[in-house]
């Protein structure tokens, strides 16, 4: 399970599973990339997107 929000909301989350025996971690990452906090920069994603040329892949993949 992944949660996100205000900082103190989720530590005290953890801090009631970690009491009730679960093992918590945080994710090192510089956004909730999974939550409604990302809103305000999909804007500025968008225009970074709209300024890549896409097309089908060059190469194949192979697994080894």
Do not use: I, K, N, Q
Not at 36 to 61: H, K, Q, S
Request: with cysteine; proline share 5%; charged share 20%.
């Amino acid at each position: 399970m992944v949660l996100s929000g205000d900082t103190d909301a989720v530590l005290a989350v953890a801090a009631t599973l970690r009491a009730a025996g679960r093992r918590t971690s945080r994710l090192r990452v510089s956004h909730a990339f999974h939550s409604a906090r990302m809103e305000p920069m999909l804007d500025a994603f968008g225009e970074v997107a709209a300024g890549l040329t896409y097309r089908a892949p060059g190469c194949r993949w192979c697994p080894t």
